[in-house]
């Protein structure tokens, strides 16, 4: 029986892509692994170990090690910079270019589908296209992600039950081709908290959720995504072949399809002790788990948080590392960037660190991969069934 555990380091990238001139000019020069060494000195030993020492080649930030891993970079295929795209590429999906939509542009249909699904909805700020259904859960675009990518849906749990804001999210998702809907709530806010921190820059207008301190053990998140068949990538593959899967962090609000136990635990150190818990007992399958802290101190432009979080990381891959046995698979990757130095509280297009350890096995380069994709491929080629619609294998 085989075991394997993909890490995902949130936002953790490994250097600018070579497209961002085009794609992305406001990029240039980001690099979240490179500057978050240089801005706080943090000593990640596993990691330098495992093989981050050899992709990141800067002696002076960390000291050069042999690796255990085989080590490399990813590219994204995904538009732009996104946790929802980024993770289902991971998994294997091929990335559909959604179309960029704006709330004001929207408004109109999604008003019409509301009524019609028998809700209130109003007009709070005039000539921004923001709704307000039921006079509770308001509709507004994503500040956080690229413009025109993301609808979001916001609510407190004080008022409204989440599977109320998961309908309406999945009302405005039959309307919109953005990237993602996102159905979101908190406790401790009033919806005239949620509208005092709308914000409006440029085309979009939206609610500032740093501002709105939404972020704690109480946050509901649901991503519902744009042309993504769970069917086709790993985790529904090896379910198929009676091999669980278990999803956690955010791996668990943005993967999609029947898995043996999911659980969206935003805490780091929860995140690693499920892991850790589940290989203490499990024969077989794969652990799908997400570091997400990392990039919200990536949002929150804070370079020493972004650290505190790498090193539980670190230590949490060190004991993870030594609950697998000869032969079992270890990968450690990112979804994008976010680097906390680089100005902007949004992602940055970069490439990805790729790191993969099968426990016991001599070490290689792998270059730079053309997909994120590759990291489902993998684990598919090592459990011996098929791969899922898009990557290939580094095995």
């Known amino acids: 029986m085989k075991r394997a555990v993909l890490c995902v380091l949130d936002g953790f990238g490994a250097g600018a892509m070579d497209d961002v001139e085009t794609e992305r000019p406001q990029d240039k020069g980001s690099n979240t692994m490179r500057h978050v060494l240089e801005a706080t000195g943090v000593h990640l030993p596993f990691l330098a170990r495992l093989g981050l020492s050899q992709i990141l080649c800067e002696p002076s930030l960390m000291p050069m090690t042999p690796a ?25 999906a091929r990335p559909i270019p959604p179309k960029k939509q704006f709330i004001r542009d929207l408004a109109p249909e999604i008003e019409q589908r509301l009524h019609e699904h028998g809700y209130a909805v109003t007009r709070p700020i005039e000539g921004t296209g923001i709704l307000l259904v039921d006079g509770e859960v308001v509709i507004a675009d994503n500040m956080e992600n690229d413009p025109g990518q993301i609808i979001n849906i916001t609510a407190s749990l004080d008022v409204t039950p989440f599977d109320k804001v998961e309908r309406i999210g999945k009302v405005v998702r039959a309307v919109a081709h953005t990237s993602r809907v996102i159905p979101l709530a908190g406790t401790g806010i009033t919806v005239e908290d949620i509208l005092q921190c709308v914000v409006i820059q440029r085309d979009r207008t939206g609610v500032d959720m740093g501002k709105l301190d939404i972020y704690n053990e109480h946050y509901h998140v649901r991503h519902l ?12 593959i090896l379910m198929r072949h009676g091999l669980g899967t278990y999803l956690y962090g955010k791996m668990a609000d943005v993967i999609t399809g029947d898995v043996m136990d999911r659980n969206p635990m935003v805490d780091s150190q929860g995140v690693v002790d499920l892991i850790c818990g589940r290989l203490e007992n499990m024969d077989s399958g794969l652990i799908a788990a997400t570091i997400q802290e990392t990039d919200l101190a990536g949002h929150e432009q804070n370079a020493e948080k972004f650290a505190a979080v790498l090193s539980i990381a670190d230590a949490g891959l060190h004991r993870i590392y030594g609950l697998l046995q000869e032969g079992e698979l270890l990968i450690v990757t990112a979804d994008h960037g976010n680097d906390p130095t680089h100005g902007t509280s949004q992602h940055t297009r970069e490439t990805t660190p790729l790191l993969v350890c099968v426990k016991g096995a001599p ?7 053309a997909t994120l994709a590759d990291v489902g491929a993998t684990v598919a080629a090592y459990f011996g069934v098929e791969a899922p619609e898009f990557g290939t294998s580094v095995l």
Do not use: F, V
């Not at 995504?225 to 529904?236: E, F, L, M, R």
């Open 225 to 236: 995504g744009y042309g993504i068949d769970p069917d086709k990538q790993i985790q529904s």
């Open 363 to 369: 070490a290689r380069p792998l270059g730079l991969r």
């Open 68 to 92: 255990l891993a085989s080590y490399g970079r990813c590219n994204l295929q995904h538009t732009g910079a996104d946790s929802y795209a980024g993770h289902n590429e991971i998994m294997g």
